[in-house]
């Protein structure tokens, strides 16, 4: 079945540690998100990639990285976690075309004791 | 700043018809996507508006005002299972999504 997969599905970790959020798609779609939601507030926008090799920031990148070495990965890197971290993370991807809307990934439950 | 505002939660009646309204407030305008998310689960695509008027999807309609940065969903016909929070988002200038934060829709027997 066509879509994105993320992983882990869920992760205690504890703050300092560095941690990679893997998500896979395999629908082709050049664009993908990655998004953290936390109660009470929207999705919000860590980093993001148009295309393959490129990456862009988005409204809460600090602390995050991401990597687009092919079309289907985008992993997420947590470089030392911290406890405001501590979210659920979504990736999502997109093809191209302004009518296009986002699918996303079952998501990361991510806690950072 | 950019502000998406959609009512916290809403309650409703099984079988009933529930408007769920968005104002937005973007630098530019591209689009306006309406999700669905359940409990737990990842959000899910409802429908997209581009231009003024109504876009009817089933049970599911939603309603686009530029002029006016508003934008509702109306749910008919109520079921159990349309118990969720229903998300709406807006594509900026820079062609990214701002969301809101989302309207938990109740429904009662």
């Known amino acids: 079945i066509a879509g994105i997969t993320q992983a882990p599905t869920s992760q205690i970790l504890a703050a300092g540690r560095r941690m990679t959020l893997r998500c896979t798609q395999d629908m082709r779609h050049n664009a993908m998100y990655w998004y953290r939601q936390d109660l009470g507030l929207g999705l919000r926008l860590i980093h993001y990639?148009?295309?393959?090799?490129?990456?862009g920031k988005g409204e809460v990148p600090d602390g995050y990285s991401v990597s687009r070495a092919n079309t289907d990965d985008f992993p997420l890197t947590l470089a030392s976690a911290v406890p405001s971290q501590t979210s659920v993370y979504f990736c999502?991807?997109?093809?191209?075309?302004?009518?296009?809307?986002?699918?996303f990934g079952d998501g990361t439950r991510l806690s950072i004791l | 700043g950019q502000n998406i505002d959609q009512p916290t939660e809403m309650t409703a009646t099984e079988g009933a018809i529930v408007q769920i309204n968005c104002t937005y407030q973007?630098?530019?305008?591209?689009?306006l996507f309406w999700y669905q998310q359940h409990a737990g689960e990842a959000p899910t695509f409802l429908s997209y508006?581009?231009l003024d008027g109504l876009e009817e999807k089933g049970r599911f309609s939603s309603f686009l005002s530029r002029s006016k940065g508003y934008s509702y969903l109306l749910l008919k016909e109520l079921q159990m299972k349309d118990s969720a929070s229903y998300l709406c988002a807006v594509r900026d200038s820079n062609y990214q999504l701002i969301w809101g934060a989302g309207t938990k829709l109740i429904i009662k027997p």
């Open positions: 990639s148009n295309t393959a090799g490129t990456t």
């Open positions: 973007t630098s530019g305008f591209n689009g």
């Open positions: 508006n581009v």
């Open positions: 999502a991807s997109s093809p191209t075309g302004d009518n296009q809307p986002q699918h």
